[in-house]
């Protein structure tokens, strides 16, 4: 069984652009989660997508943003890119209603130069 | 609002011993889940072990057990029989049941396993 994968594995932009981040969930999970981890921080929550909808945000401007797909897919769009926004993005997923798991991908290290 | 606290920004093991990674937390919630997760320096995060508020018993998981102290709001994670391969970062999270399951992470501890 394929695990969450995430595109790209690296990505490096130029400030002011817009990058695009994508995760694919284990099949069958509803659930997917955004984190951002900083170099040499911990991860922290950015956005919760279920069943297509946006349930929750972490404390983030608006110029991030995202969507989650019928497939269950999701999008991560960071508008006007700052170069404090590099950092491994982590999606993770997890089968709604079930609370003991919550699995990651591998993620997309985003550059902004 | 939930918080994890991990004290130990690094730790040293021999090969073969086991260890024991911190992790308090805050949380004023009745329903929660703790998780235990690795991440090498190849930056993914590997699930490892989960333990729910209202399980009695420890969990485990292979080499990795869960050592709960619900009155102490502390989830420590010991690693038996430490392999080089161990050596990575280890997060703490939870978890609240219901609405707002994102999980919130620990700060890390940073563990190398020494031959």
């Known amino acids: 069984e394929a695990g969450v994968t995430q595109s790209p594995t690296h990505l490096i932009k130029t400030r002011g652009q817009q990058a695009t981040l994508r995760c694919s969930p284990i099949?069958?999970?509803?659930?997917v989660y955004w984190y951002q981890q900083a170099l040499g921080l911990g991860l922290q929550f950015l956005l919760w997508y279920d069943e297509g909808e946006e349930r929750n945000r972490g404390n983030f401007p608006p110029r991030f943003s995202g969507r989650q797909f019928p497939n269950y897919s999701s999008e991560l769009n960071v508008n006007a890119l700052e170069l404090e926004d590099s950092a491994l993005y982590l999606c993770?997923?997890?089968?709604?209603?079930?609370?003991?798991?919550?699995?990651f991908g591998q993620g997309t290290r985003l550059t902004v130069v | 609002a939930q918080k994890i606290t991990q004290t130990q920004p690094g730790m040293f093991v021999q090969e073969k011993e086991a260890v024991t990674l911190d992790c308090t937390y805050d949380?004023?919630?009745?329903?929660?889940?703790l998780f235990w997760y690795k991440q090498p320096s190849s930056g993914e995060m590997i699930f490892l072990i989960y333990q729910g508020s209202y399980d009695e018993q420890n969990a485990t998981e292979g080499r990795y057990s869960l050592n709960f102290q619900k009155a102490r709001k502390s989830a420590n994670l010991v690693i038996s029989a430490s392999q080089l391969g161990d050596s990575a970062m280890y997060f703490c999270?939870?978890?609240?049941?219901?609405?707002?399951?994102?999980?919130?992470f620990g700060s890390g501890t940073q563990l190398t396993v020494l031959p």
């Open positions: 099949s069958g999970h509803t659930s």
């Open positions: 949380t004023s919630d009745q329903s929660y889940g």
């Open positions: 999270a939870i978890r609240k049941s219901g609405s707002a399951r994102q999980l919130t």
């Open positions: 993770a997923s997890s089968l709604t209603g079930t609370e003991n798991e919550a699995f």
